[in-house]
T-cell receptor
């Protein structure tokens, strides 16, 4: 059973379109992180959300943490080809340093 | 800040040999480091938690005698794949959590090591 369900797994869109990636769980997380990974490289941290209902913006990326801290979303506005990559959500439970990763969303933005 | 390096970035070895991968936190101290394995187009799978000065904690299904972890200092953890076989070929990634200040509570990832066993 996957603790953190991430969807969609694959997404192919045209440049300029908007998209949303979801991470859902039945478990409560003390924090949730979003990473972006390029092929052959390690994940790079985009954002950490810790408060229920929190919304963080990073240029064209908007991250939201659910009120109950069980789910999160990443919304990209006006996607660019440079946004292409693997997006990973990862949750941290209270009292643990471990991260629980979603399966990832492979995003391809076509010119 | 928060730079984590891995060495080597790529390694090719013959079946039956052992390979050591280093993970270093370059600008912060890390009491805890994690080792992950990632298969093509898949997410990260946690292999073990490495704590400085103590034995590593392995996840279920990961052979501790196969994947030896040594966290000798606050900036260095090593993963040795012993008697490597082709099925051990994978992308190995480490992460580090800082001991204090800005770097605590967040895992910073290394660039990964691509292991190919022939």
């Amino acid at each position: 059973t996957q603790l953190l369900e991430q969807s969609p797994q694959f997404l192919s869109i045209q440049e300029g379109e908007n998209l949303t990636v979801y991470c859902n769980s039945s478990s409560v997380f003390s924090s949730l992180q979003w990473y972006r990974q390029e092929p052959g490289e390690g994940p790079v941290l985009l954002v950490t959300v810790v408060t229920g209902g929190e919304v963080k913006k990073l240029k064209r990326l908007t991250f939201q943490f659910g009120d109950a801290r069980k789910d999160s979303s990443l919304h990209i506005t006006a996607a660019q080809t440079g946004d292409t990559g693997l997006y990973l959500c990862a949750g941290q439970m209270s009292g643990s340093e471990k991260l629980v990763f979603g399966k990832g969303t492979k995003l391809t933005v076509n010119p | 800040g928060a730079v984590v390096s891995q060495h080597p970035s790529r390694v090719i070895c013959k079946s039956g040999t052992s390979v050591k991968i280093e993970c270093r936190s370059l600008d912060f101290q890390a009491t805890t480091m994690f080792w992950y394995r990632q298969f093509p187009k898949k997410s990260l799978m946690l292999m073990a938690t490495s704590n400085e000065g103590s034995k590593a904690t392995y996840e279920q299904g990961v052979e501790k005698d196969k994947f030896l972890i040594n966290h000798a200092s606050l900036t260095l953890s090593t993963l040795t794949v012993t008697s490597a076989h082709p099925e051990d070929s994978s992308f190995y990634i480490c992460s580090a959590v800082g001991t204090s200040g800005w770097y605590t509570d967040t895992q910073y990832f290394g660039p990964g090591t691509r292991l190919t066993v022939l």
